[in-house]
């Protein structure tokens, strides 16, 4: 039976877990292939640099295929990796807070187990078109996907999917970046997570509304969020990859900064 779209989303991400001094840190990561060219691709795991900072291992849980080449839902194999950190490519411009790292040796490591795991990729074909972006009216429906506070279906092997809205006018850039905000919950280990526009039978744009159809296109990728201190002091901070205990307690504004994903062009022909 062939997956649903939101079947396919649910394979497309993979909880971090990173060894990093103090203890371990969690962060989402996703599918994403690049140089695309017929069949040949290369495909790799993207998240935030600040997920993998400091990290000295790091472990990825992979569901395996079954034999029709589907998930196997429920079996899946841990890989580990040792000087995690050095093994992604920082994007090339410092102050973008992502990363990649090419999962051939995953695929290698599979097969030398004799395993095959199962997993869905985004590429550059589902970032929305600079058209699709005129037609968006605002305040449109996100689904975002990941572990927050590093909880996930353990016994499936599966995400968690959240709900929310943009925040912010998505034809423009927040602040000069190259970022918008979201009205959702981000709680730590969310880090990484895909931020989609998500619309299943049906969708509105300028051009009216548009029944039986679906839109999906991958908007961007969290990695900060402002939270306000119990003085009353707003900051923006690095959705954090560990849960601790601190001098003084960060409450979350519900609100979630994104980087647009058109900046995950810039990995084009980079492992080449």
Known sequence: MALSPVEQLA????????DVPGGIGTGTGFFYCLDKNGDQHIPVIVTNKHVVAGATKGRFLLTLQDATGGPSVGTFQAFEFDAFEQRWLPHPDPNVDLCAM???PLLREAERRSRKFFYVTFDKELLPSAEEIEDMIGLENITMVGYPNGLWDAKNNL???RRGVLATDYK?????????LIDAACFPGSSGSPV?????ASYQTRKGTFMGSSRIKLLGVLYAGPQHTVEG???VVLVPTQQKAVAVAGIPNNLGIIIKAEQLLAFEGAFR
């Open 11 to 18: 394979h497309s991400t993979v909880r971090i877990e990173c």
């Open 196 to 200: 989609m526009l998500f619309d299943v």
């Open 172 to 180: 423009h850039d927040w602040n000069g970046k190259k970022e918008f």
């Open 102 to 104: 090419p999962i051939a």
């Open 159 to 161: 995400p968690i999917f």
């Open 233 to 235: 002091e707003v900051k």
